[in-house]
């Protein structure tokens, strides 16, 4: 192993990009549509969102006329359509999108600049129905807001002078892109290693069959890569990547990132203030300096494959979900899948008219919210709007971001006291177990077994949901698919024997059993400060201050860390670019006081935890009598994040001064 050196790479001049938006169109198609083609157009169009895009493309925010504020009315499982807007809205609200859309024609408006704050505060404040608390955050998202906000507030080279601050960032996934894409604005020097032969992170490894979000897919895109014309619903697992792929080379991080390279350890050297990384790459095994260190290894990396017994005597093809590539092969064979999590959802739909036999070992039954789209293509006039109207897919991907703030919180807060544990944990909850039970046995209405296996056995929400457009049932029912829900008892040279004796022949078993989410850079070692470990001191319950930094650890940054993971409501890439921005920010502010080193101290740790662990404790998935993979093995729930995105925003605002100790 050659002598810890200095990584060389070249600095980066500060990436300048218009509207901080790598995706941003200069001018729009021109609009040669008739009245009445353009009033069918506004008749399926999203009313919010068009008429804030009309209203910004006008620079006329009296459009927006006071009683069509949307009401934003909770969504407890179907969605409801304009933000709950009355029919009267509707009515008078195509009225008025139409006659601005005419108005847009004859004035032949193509683009749209930044806008005055005034209107966009007017045209927030309609949105949002007078909800002002969102709105700085809303504006990290909102390209021609004058006062967006994300982007670094300093230049490298103005503050460093004749320093040299470099960082390593672990992973080039969506959190690593995030991380270097802040960097490149900041003109930071900074090397991206990922283990994977290509960039992407989780969107390269899961290529299972039918992998593809299950969240809204404006929901899903960076608020400085905020592509449009995205061809699903719910995007495809290719055309994450794809986008991924295409944000990276846009912004130039795509050649910083040393690809096959693995972070095996890291170890803070007190007397140079520096980490000394160990990776193992193409040539071998090297030691090398950096300054800072940012994991965006993120949450759900490690697969998790439970130690079955015999589970190395298996004859045929095993592999996890996060393994399957293109040489394995289901058709007309016997195909077991272990696990009805997320994964084996979208597996055993996209697999089950192939096979000869298809077997589901069910040890809990999904909870999943209704999204009758699930699979559908974004619709013709979405794709007129967002090619026509100036910005108008960027307001609707705002629209989509702004009704996941309250999310479905409401439906999983636990009631003090309710009866209906332990399948509810409130009256709104049972009401929503009901609705979602009743649609449950319409899909099952011919096989009342299956229907009986199909009901969980816990609250909504007390583990992650799923999608529900009916392909999962349809699955299940097929004559050529069996449902266990006995357990493993064992595997077999043959198959799999469940927990009642009988074997379940196979050719290939899937475990689709999930990650080991709560285990945080699990197979490294990073040794800080004092030469503590990582992992000795988390001693299996990882904390970190904002999910980011940990005591100790002195300018190492986790994004996507302990208890930022979202899930019945906002954005994750908020999440992730906020804890990007929040680690360019500290970066920042070492060069700017001239520090060589900040650590986090025990007591805003504590004080976060705290926090957290109090607000996951009034959720369904908090309750004691739960299980589920965002507990660690104690029973603490170490990945999620119950609060909501505004939170999130106002806790990573700055690198508060009383929480850090600079030296
Ligand atoms: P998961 O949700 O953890 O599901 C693992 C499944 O394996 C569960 O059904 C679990 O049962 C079962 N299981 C685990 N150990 C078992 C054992 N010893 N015996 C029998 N069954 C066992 O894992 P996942 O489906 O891979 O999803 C993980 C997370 O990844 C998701 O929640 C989501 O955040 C993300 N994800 C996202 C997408 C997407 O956006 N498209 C797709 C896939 C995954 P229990 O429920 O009883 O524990």
Redesign the pocket.
């Known amino acids: 192993m050659p002598g810890a050196a200095r990584p060389t790479a070249e600095l980066p001049a500060p990436l300048r990009v218009p509207f901080d938006d790598l995706f941003w169109r200069d001018e729009y198609d021109p609009i040669v549509e008739t009245d009445a083609e353009l009033a069918a157009i506004v008749e399926r169009a999203d009313l919010p969102a068009l008429l804030a895009a009309l209203a910004a493309a006008l620079g006329d925010p009296s459009i927006l006329e006071p009683g069509l504020r949307p009401p934003l009315t909770l969504v407890d499982t179907f969605g409801h359509p304009h933000g709950g807007m009355t029919s009267a809205q509707v009515e008078r609200g195509r009225e008025v999108a139409l006659a601005a859309l005419v108005r847009l024609r004859d004035s032949g408006i193509r683009s749209v600049g930044i806008l005055p704050r005034e209107q966009v505060d007017a045209i927030l404040d309609f949105l949002t129905n007078g909800r002002a608390e969102y709105w700085p955050s809303l504006k990290h998202e909102l390209g021609l807001a004058p006062d967006k906000n994300g982007a670094p507030d300093f230049v490298y080279a103005d503050l460093a002078g004749s320093r040299e601050f470099r960082t390593l960032v672990i992973g080039a996934g969506v959190s690593g892109i995030a991380a270097g894409y802040r960097l490149m604005q900041a003109g930071a020097p900074f090397t991206i290693i990922d283990e994977a032969p290509a960039l992407g992170g989780t969107w390269w490894k ?1 290529r299972y069959p039918g ?5 809204p897919t404006f929901g899903y895109s960076y608020s400085f890569a905020q592509k449009t014309d995205w061809p699903h619903q719910f995007a495809e ?1 290719g055309e994450i990547h794809d986008y991924l792929a295409e944000v990276a080379d846009r912004a130039g991080i795509t050649e910083r990132i040393e690809f096959g390279t693995r972070f095996d350890s890291a170890r803070w050297d007190e007397d140079a203030s520096e980490w000394v990384v160990v990776l193992s790459g193409p040539q071998g095994t090297e030691e090398r300096r950096f300054d800072a260190v940012i994991s965006a290894l993120g949450q ?1 990396d490690r697969p ?1 494959i ?1 130690d ?1 017994p015999g589970l190395e005597t298996f004859a045929g093809r095993a592999v996890h ?2 393994d399957w590539d293109e040489t394995v092969d289901v058709e007309g064979k016997r195909v077991v899948v ?9 597996i055993v739909p996209a697999v089950y008219e192939q096979v000869d036999h298809l077997t589901v ?4 039954a ?1 909870w999943m919210i209704p999204a009758d789209n699930y699979h559908e293509r974004m619709t013709d006039t979405f794709d007129w709007l967002q090619r026509t109207v100036p910005h108008y897919g960027q307001w609707f991907r705002l629209w989509t971001l702004l009704l996941g703030i309250p999310g479905r919180f409401h439906t999983v807060t636990a009631e003090e006291g309710w009866s209906g544990v332990p399948l509810s944990v409130s009256a709104k909850n049972h009401e929503v177990r009901e609705s979602l039970i009743a649609r449950m046995a319409e899909q099952y209405r011919d096989r009342p077994d299956l229907l009986e296996l199909a009901i969980p056995n816990y609250p909504p929400g007390a ?2 949901m799923l999608r529900d457009n009916g392909v999962w049932a349809k699955a299940l029912q097929a004559p050529q698919t069996t449902v266990v829900s006995t ?2 008892g064992r595997i077999t040279a043959e198959g799999v024997v469940d927990g009642a004796g009988v074997l379940h022949e196979a050719d290939v078993i899937v475990f ?4 080991k ?1 709560s285990d945080f850079l699990d197979g490294t070692d990073v040794v800080g400060r004092g030469g503590v470990e990582l992992h000795d001191y988390w001693a299996g319950d990882s904390r970190a201050y904002n999910g980011i930094t940990v005591p100790r650890f002195p300018n190492f940054f986790l994004i996507y860390g302990p208890n930022v ?1 979202g ?1 019945v409501a906002g954005s994750g890439h908020l999440m992730i670019e906020r804890a990007a921005e929040y680690a360019v920010s500290a970066i920042g502010e070492l060069l700017r006081r001239g520090a060589r080193s900040l650590e986090v101290t025990e007591d805003a740790l504590d004080r976060f935890v705290s926090w957290v662990d109090a607000g996951n404790r009034r959720m369904a998935w908090g309750q004691e009598y739960i ?3 965002y507990q660690n093995a104690a029973g603490r729930v170490v990945t999620i994040w119950p609060y909501t995105n505004v939170e999130y925003w106002a806790a990573t605002e700055s690198i508060a001064e009383e929480d850090y100790t600079f030296d």
């Open positions: 899961n992998v593809r979000l299950d969240t697992g759900l998790h439970p079955f979900s996060q272990i696990g009805t999590g997320a994964s084996a959802y979208q070992f069910q040890r809990s999904p583990k992650r357990g493993v689709a059993t999930g990650f989410a993971n899930v299980s589920n993979w």
